[in-house]
Nanobody
Framework: QVQLVESGGGLVQAGGSLRLSCAASGSISSINVMGWYRQAPGKQRELVALIRSSGNTNYADSVKGRFTISRDNAKNTVYLQMNSLNAEDTAVYYC?????????WGQGTQVTVSS
């Protein structure tokens, strides 16, 4: 069984920064993909960024140049550094871990950007 524990959400002013962390525990293959999704009120959940165990990354167009995803494979932890935040970034952010045969989600952490 896999558990994902997120931290780092909160309230920030527009233009500010936040760093999200997600620690995975349990039976985790060294070959996996970790990432972040977000869901704003009344909207579908969308991919924000992902990072493969190789280090390759993908970003949503809306966050390119502002957000940076990274990971510490030894700690099974993924990070999301969010800079230049704006009101459109307000959402619940979910950590995501994809393994062969399973997809796992964190409980979500609220990010609120005040204008």
């Amino acid at each position: 069984q896999v558990q994902l524990v997120e931290s780092g959400g909160g309230l920030v002013q527009a233009g500010g920064s936040l760093r999200l962390s997600c620690a995975a525990s349990g039976s985790i293959s060294s070959i996996n993909v970790m990432g972040w999704y977000r869901q704003a009120p009344g909207k579908q959940r969308e991919l924000v960024a992902l990072i493969r165990s190789s280090g390759n990354t993908n970003y949503a167009d809306s966050v390119k140049g502002r957000f940076t995803i990274s990971r510490d494979n030894a700690k099974n932890t993924v990070y999301l550094q969010m800079n230049s935040l704006n009101a459109e970034d307000t959402a619940v952010y979910y950590c995501w871990l994809s393994l062969v045969g399973s997809t796992n989600w964190g409980q979500g952490t609220q990010v609120t950007v005040s204008s």
